[in-house]
C-alpha cells in the first residue's frame, strides 16, 4: 500500500503549515510557532509529529476548544518555580517563551521547573528537551492526555500513554536524548497493526473483556494498551501523571478525557519541565566526564543510543517526502476556511 | 530450609546495630545514622536493608573503605542546588544531615537538588524520597553502584540495578512511593533462584555467552542481568547514570567497580535527589486534586499501589523475627574487635 509522495522541502513544510494555521484563526506567533514544530519533526523524520498533525490543529480551532490567538502567560511564582498559563492556545508558542527564562533560572540557580497549564500538547516533547541542552543544560520532560492505558493490574484505561522525555548536552554533537512513551506500544502503531493484520507482543494489551490478547483488533476496538514493563512502567507512568497533573494544577489524563470534546485535536494537559545545570551541580568537569561514560556506552557491541536516527535524518538537505493526499487535505483545509 | 529466628524488638535491632557500628570504629553520630536505617528497613519488613547489611558495612569499616568519623560537608553552590561531601563516610549520616536543608530550599524556592559525592549508599532510597514526602514536598531520588547489568542489546555489564524511588505526600497517610531498581530482577533474588534451582521469567537475564536464558544459575555466575522493560528500561538506566554519577560529580558504576575493593561493602558513588514543592509550584489546590487521582487509582479492580506492604508492616508493634545465625555473626562482629 504505497501512497503517492510529494516533495516539500523544509521551508515548504513550514510554510503549508503555517499559512493554513493563519488561514484558521491562529494569530502569526502562533501560526509560526506550530509551523516550526511540524516542520523540525518532518525535518527529523518523525511523520507522525508532523504535517499529520495539522487537520488536528484546525479541528481543534473550528471546534473553538483551542485559541489561536492565546498570548502565554509567565510568572515566576519564585526565581527557580516558572508557571505559564497557555491561556487555552498551543503548547508551541507556551514553550517558545517558556523555555528560555527556564534555561535562564536554571544558570543562574542550578535547578529550575516550568509548570505549564492551560495548553494544548500535539507533539512529542523532545523539542523542549533538546532546546534545554542546546544550552548546556539537563532537560527532562512529562505530560499528559487522555485515558488510553490501563494501570498494571487493571483492565480498564486510566493513563495517557504517558511519555518522558530526557536530554542529556554532548560537546559538539547531538545530547544524549530519550522521548518514550510509558504504554507497551503506542497507540498508534496498535492502529497499524490492527489495520494490516499482524499480531502483537504479548504484553502489549486487553481485550474489551480486559483478557490478555495479541490481536491488533481487539486491543484497538475496545481493548485497551498496557504500560511497558509490567508493574515498573506503571509506576513510572503514575509518577507522570503525579508530575505533569498534580504538581502543575491541570488535568490528569481522566479528567482531560472527560472535558474533552472529542473534535480529533489536542485536549487541555499539564506539562512539566525541569531543567538542571551540571555545571553548577557537578562543577567544572562533568563534560569530560560524562562524555567518556556515553562514549563507552555507545561504543559497546550491540548499543544504539536513542534519537540517533532522528539526528542522523536531521543532517540530510533533500526535501521530505510527504503523502499527497495529506498535502491535499491540508491545502483544501487552507481554502475552504 | 526454615532457619532458625530470634524475636527483637525495633529499639533491640536498633542497639545491636548501633553497638556493632560503635565497636567497629564509628563514632555516635554515624553509629546512629546506620542503626536508623537498618532498623526502619526491619520495622517496615525489607530484610534486604535491614541486620543483614550490617557485615558489609563492618567489612567495609575494617578494609578502611569507609570513614566511620566522616562528618558530611555541606555546600548551598546557590540557594536551589546543594552538595554534600560525604568524605567516604555511610550514606545514612550525609542523608540525616541533607535532607533537611534540601527540603528548606525546596519550600522557599519551589524546586531544589542535593547532590550527594564521596559517600557509600548500602540501603533502600525510600527513606529519603518519604523524609521529603514527610515534609509536604515531591521526592524524587536515584543512586548508581556497580556494573552488574547489560544495557538493552549489549551483552556485558555496564549499569549498577541503577534504583530510583518516588514519593508523594499524601494528607493524614503515608505516601505514594515506589522504589525500584532498574533491573530486570534484584541481583539478590536471582541469587535465591539459582540456589533454589528456579527458572527465571524470560527477559530478565544473559548467561556468561551473551545469550538469553531462563537459567538463574548461568545468569548468578558469569552472566549479566537485563534492564526491565527492553530499550525503554535501559534508557531509564542511562538516565540514572547521567544524573547519579553526571550530574553529581562522583563515580559511574563502571568506575565504581573499577576503584572499589571489594570487601564485601558498598561501594563509594553518587545520589542525587530532587524535592519539588506542590503548594508552590501547583497552587493551594494541590492536595484534594491529586487525592483525588490516587483514591481512583487504588480503588480500581486489580490495582495495588507500591510501597503499601510495607506501609502496613510498620504498624505492628511485635517483635521482628531475625535469622539467629545474622544475629549471632553481629554479636561476634561486635565483640571480636
Redesign the interface.
Known amino acids: 500500500m504505497m501512497s503517492e509522495r510529494t516533495p516539500l522541502t523544509i521551508q515548504q513544510i513550514y510554510t503549508l503549515a503555517e499559512t493554513c494555521m493563519l488561514a484558521n484563526g491562529c494569530d502569526s506567533a502562533n501560526a509560526a510557532a506550530v509551523a516550526k514544530t511540524v516542520s523540525t519533526a518532518e525535518r527529523d523524520g518523525s511523520e507522525s509529529h508532523g504535517l499529520f498533525r495539522i487537520p488536528g490543529h484546525v479541528a481543534s480551532l473550528r471546534s473553538g476548544k483551542v485559541n489561536g490567538k492565546a498570548e502565554p502567560e509567565i510568572e515566576a511564582?519564585?526565581?527557580?518555580?516558572i508557571?505559564l498559563d497557555g491561556h487555552n492556545g498551543f503548547a508551541p508558542l507556551a514553550l517558545e517563551r517558556g523555555i528560555p527564562v527556564l534555561a535562564d533560572a536554571a544558570e543562574?540557580?542550578?535547578?529550575?521547573?516550568l509548570?505549564i497549564r492551560k495548553s494544548h500538547h500535539f507533539a512529542a516533547l523532545w523539542p523542549e528537551t533538546e532546546a534545554i541542552a542546546e544550552r548546556g543544560l539537563?532537560g527532562l520532560a512529562c505530560t499528559a492526555h487522555t485515558p488510553m492505558v490501563a494501570?498494571?493490574?487493571?483492565?480498564?484505561a486510566?493513563f495517557s500513554t504517558n511519555p518522558i522525555s530526557?536530554a542529556?548536552p554532548r560537546p559538539n554533537k547531538p545530547p544524549?536524548v530519550?522521548d518514550?512513551a510509558?504504554a507497551a506500544m503506542a497507540r498508534g502503531e496498535v492502529g497499524l497493526a490492527a489495520r494490516d493484520g499482524h499480531a502483537l507482543p504479548e504484553g502489549v494489551g486487553l481485550d474489551s473483556d480486559g483478557n490478555p490478547t495479541t490481536d491488533a483488533k481487539a486491543v484497538h476496538q475496545g481493548g485497551v494498551i498496557l504500560p511497558?514493563?509490567?508493574?515498573?512502567?506503571s509506576?513510572?507512568a503514575?509518577?507522570i501523571?503525579?508530575?505533569s497533573?498534580?504538581?502543575?494544577?491541570d488535568y490528569?489524563s481522566?479528567e482531560a478525557g472527560e472535558a474533552d470534546n472529542k473534535d480529533g485535536g489536542p485536549a487541555q494537559g499539564g506539562q512539566l519541565i525541569?531543567a538542571?545545570?551540571?555545571k553548577?551541580?557537578?562543577?567544572d568537569?562533568?563534560e569530560a566526564?560524562?562524555e567518556?561514560?556515553l562514549s563507552?556506552?555507545e561504543n559497546?557491541?550491540?548499543?544504539?543510543l536513542?534519537g540517533q536516527r532522528r539526528h542522523k535524518n536531521r543532517l540530510s538537505t533533500e526535501p521530505r517526502l510527504i503523502k499527497t493526499e495529506l498535502v491535499e487535505k491540508i491545502r483544501s483545509l487552507t481554502s475552504d476556511e
Chains 1, 2 share one sequence.
Open positions: 511564582v519564585t526565581p527557580a518555580a508557571r543562574t540557580l542550578g535547578i529550575a521547573v509548570a539537563v494501570p498494571y493490574g487493571a483492565k480498564k486510566f530526557f542529556w544524549y530519550f518514550m510509558t511497558f514493563g509490567t508493574y515498573k512502567g509506576a513510572i503514575t509518577m501523571e503525579l508530575l497533573a498534580g504538581l502543575v494544577g490528569f481522566y525541569i538542571m545545570s551540571p553548577i551541580i557537578a562543577g568537569n562533568w566526564h560524562s567518556d561514560f563507552k556506552l559497546m557491541d550491540g548499543v544504539r536513542p
